[in-house]
């Protein structure tokens, strides 16, 4: 049975720069917090976010379609939306999956 070790966090991937590139910690959240600021401004201006190698944040939108209440079997509207979905890299799930 597979369990969850932990999260890996903005302070965390900081940290990872701090110590790899060697630029302050201050440096090193600034970058991840401009990575990321970059990431959701494109996804909210519709854009899809590819990352070679690692997966790409797919946007879609939902149209409006019947949904069934599973307790009651009572039909309902289901409104449009746009959803946000990640599709991982063959690299990644390799990565991920081996062993």
């Given amino acids: 049975m597979m369990r969850s070790v932990g ?3 903005r302070a965390d991937l900081a940290e990872a720069i701090n110590r790899k590139i060697g630029l302050s910690r201050a440096e090193s959240l600034a970058l991840v917090e401009s990575i990321l ?7 909210a201006h ?7 190698g690692f997966g790409t944040f ?6 409006q ?3 069934r209440n599973p ?21 990644l799930k390799d990565r991920i999956f081996e062993g």
């Fill in 58 to 63: 797919i946007l879609r939108d939902k149209k």
């Fill in 37 to 43: 600021d970059r990431m959701s401004d494109a996804m």
């Fill in 65 to 67: 379609r019947i949904g």
């Fill in 7 to 9: 999260t890996l966090t």
């Fill in 46 to 52: 519709g854009e899809n976010v590819k990352i070679s």
């Fill in 71 to 91: 307790k009651t079997g009572v039909e309902v509207p289901i409104t449009p939306r746009r959803v946000l979905t990640f599709r991982a890299s063959q690299i």
